[in-house]
Nanobody, 120 residues
Framework: QAQLVESGGGLVQPGGSLRLSCAASGSIFSIYIMGWYRQAPGKQRELVATTTTGGRLNYADSVKGRFTISRDNGKNTVYLQMNSLKPEDTAVYYC??????????????WGQGTQVTVSS
């Protein structure tokens, strides 16, 4: 089993910045994709950004140019730098990892979620 632990959420004013972190630990052989999703009240969970082991990046159109995803493969950690935050970015942000465990089974894991609130 693997675990994902997120940190960095909070309350920020519109136009402000936050940086989220997510560290994967446990029985991990290799991580293919790490990313961030978010879910606002009353809405479905949506993709924010993902990054592959090879460095391929994917962003939701709504965050392009404002958010930056990065990854430290040595630390099994993914980051999300969020700039120019808007009230509509308010949501619970979830870390996601597509990985192979030491038992060589490929599984998808989710973090517990971290609240991001953008409000004046």
């Amino acid at each position: 089993q693997a675990q994902l632990v997120e940190s960095g959420g909070g309350l920020v004013q519109p136009g402000g910045s936050l940086r989220l972190s997510c560290a994967a630990s446990g029985s991990i052989f290799s991580i293919y994709i790490m990313g961030w999703y978010r879910q606002a009240p009353g809405k479905q969970r949506e993709l924010v950004a993902t990054t592959t082991t090879g460095g391929r990046l994917n962003y939701a159109d709504s965050v392009k140019g404002r958010f930056t995803i990065s990854r430290d493969n040595g630390k099994n950690t993914v980051y999300l730098q969020m700039n120019s935050l808007k009230p509509e970015d308010t949501a619970v942000y979830y870390c996601n990892a597509d990985l192979v465990g030491r038992d060589f089974r490929r599984q998808t894991y989710w973090g517990q979620g971290t609240q991001v609130t953008v409000s004046s």
